[in-house]
């Protein structure tokens, strides 16, 4: 079994062109279809190449790692591809196109006093403080309520993609737990292509490539996306069924952190359910959140 501990080197920008190419269909961008038996899955180097008007010889070499990719080549292979904003932005990063640089080292992340206020001031609703490679930095008392006590885990466990995967409780919670969990590796696959060199992160996408079949396999695809806002569907524990718009805002002082709130329709059973979870835990003392 091939496992990946790094996310980031010569070899990634081919592998995204070739993942990405293989979900595209001939008869989606209007090409014909040449023949019922293809041997690759998606489109032939030869149809990238024309629909980015450069010689199958350059794109093939592209794809190997053997040239780089100019920045007006970059463009003509995200609208071949159909890239959306996110997979540009992702394959500009591996291309090496952005002013972001890889660092070897990274400060400690710390939450600002101000955030740590809002967190406490946002009673009723659950709210997570996210690091770029999605460690749970802080957490208020609905958050604790509705997921797990994060104080009771190890430091090095207090990752919500961890949680997502390896987590029984936080994992059978989820009612759509496989849309959930593809789309938080798909903002994990995005954060790395700006840190490669981020030792916690290699970690962190190694130890799961071996724990979990569906991790490694959805990490090879290459999805990204910046996973900014959406709708989540619990069952919890003590108070059933929950529905929860999910919504990030990144931190305004360039640390790559988010604030994640889920918050509920007014008057909905899901409001009513989230009152009683975030009363019950604003009365329960420290430490006393696990199942």
Request: with cysteine; hydrophobic share 40%; glycine share 6%.
């Amino acid at each position: 079994m091939e496992v990946m501990t790094s996310t980031s080197g010569p070899g990634e920008l081919g592998a995204f062109l070739r993942a990405r190419r293989a979900q595209l269909a001939p008869e989606d961008l209007g090409l014909p279809e040449q023949d019922s038996r293809r041997k690759v899955a998606g489109l032939r180097r030869e149809e990238v190449a024309q629909l980015a008007a450069i010689s199958v010889d350059y794109y093939t070499r592209l794809e190997q790692g053997r040239v780089r990719a100019s920045t007006s080549v970059l463009a003509t292979l995200a609208r071949a591809l159909r890239l959306d904003e996110d997979q540009q932005r992702y394959l500009y990063q591996l291309a090496g196109k952005t002013d972001a640089r890889p660092r070897r080292r990274r400060p400690a992340q710390r939450v600002r006093p101000a955030m740590r206020r809002l967190l406490d001031q946002l009673t009723a609703t659950p709210a997570i403080v996210l690091s770029k490679r999605l460690d749970i930095l802080e957490w208020n008392a609905g958050a604790a309520a509705l997921y797990t006590d994060f104080s009771q885990l190890p430091a090095d466990r207090r990752n919500y993609l961890y949680l997502l995967f390896c987590d029984p409780v936080v994992r059978n919670m989820h009612l759509e737990w496989e849309h959930d969990a593809r789309d938080a590796v798909a903002a994990l696959r995005m954060e790395s292509a700006a840190t490669p060199s981020d030792p916690e992160l290699a970690r962190l996408v190694g130890e799961l490539s071996v724990r979990d079949a569906d991790f490694r396999t959805w990490w090879a695809e290459h999805r990204v996306n910046n996973a900014a806002y959406g709708t989540k569907r619990y069952r919890h524990r003590l108070v059933g069924d929950l529905t929860l718009d999910c919504d990030t805002w990144s931190s305004p002082d360039g640390s790559g952190q988010r604030l994640m709130v889920l918050t509920a329709e007014p008057g909905s059973p899901s409001d009513d359910a989230l009152r009683i979870l975030t009363s019950w835990a604003a009365g329960q003392p420290s430490g006393s959140l696990s199942p």
